[in-house]
């Protein structure tokens, strides 16, 4: 069936180290999404990128469609990094649907 | 350009009851739909809307039900409270004028969300 796996579920970074995180997914996608979930729960969209390699500022997002994964890059962390990061998957057999991976709890620590 | 809003932040209930979430996407988008988010289940997809018809819905009981009006704000019903109802509920808003394709208009947007405590 349709699936999502992100990986690591815990990341602990000293302030400044760079990071990578992986989304797995099992069928061709229509949509690809990363987010970042703050404390209080909203989601902060940081790249629509179904396909391709994106950059904003310290972050970039790279997904290989054909292997079925996506990689988010992390470098200089700071404190404010911390959270969960969600990578979400619109599959075409799942319409509009985003799906949702269980996520990566980031803590950066000063 | 304001962002999704939801309306109320915070609601709590007693099992049994029902209750209505409202959204209000972003201007121009006329595709909203809804998510749960729980700590055991994690984000789930219950249903989306475009144009006011349900366009696809997830794996959830019928006692979830939605709506959209003409100015496409969205409402979610949960009827019969159970305690398993104890949720974030999150509101997503998109221009879904390419449904399927590789385009930016299938880019969800989400809202603030609504915390239901159900007891």
């Known amino acids: 069936g349709i699936q999502v796996e992100q990986s690591p579920p815990d990341l602990i970074l000293q302030e400044g180290a760079n990071s990578t995180l992986r989304c797995n997914f099992s069928d061709s996608v229509n949509n690809l999404q990363w987010f970042h979930q703050n404390p209080w729960g909203q989601l902060i969209n940081l790249f629509y990128?179904?396909?391709g390699t994106k950059q904003n500022g310290r972050l970039s997002a790279t997904t290989v469609a054909t292997e079925r994964y996506s990689l988010l890059y992390i470098s200089s962390s700071q404190t404010t990094d911390s959270g969960v990061y969600f990578c979400a998957v619109g599959f075409n057999q799942a319409g509009t649907a985003l799906i949702f991976g269980k996520g990566t709890t980031l803590s950066v620590s000063s | 350009k304001a962002g999704v809003t939801q309306t109320p932040r915070y609601l709590i209930k007693t099992r049994g009851q029902q209750v209505t979430l409202s959204c209000s996407p972003i201007s121009g988008h006329r595709s909203v739909s809804w998510y749960q988010q729980t700590p055991g289940q994690g984000l789930q997809f219950l249903f989306e809307y475009f144009s006011e018809t349900q366009r696809n819905k997830g794996n959830f009981p019928g006692r979830f039900s939605g709506r959209q009006f003409s100015n496409s704000r969205s409402e979610m019903n949960v009827s019969t409270l159970e305690l398993g109802d104890s949720a974030l509920y999150l509101c997503?808003?998109?221009?879904?004028?390419?449904?399927?394709?590789?385009?930016?208009?299938?880019?969800?947007?989400f809202g603030p969300g609504t915390r239901l405590t159900v007891l």
């Open positions: 990128i179904p396909s």
């Open positions: 997503a808003s998109s221009l879904g004028l390419d449904r399927g394709l590789l385009s930016s208009y299938n880019e969800q947007f």
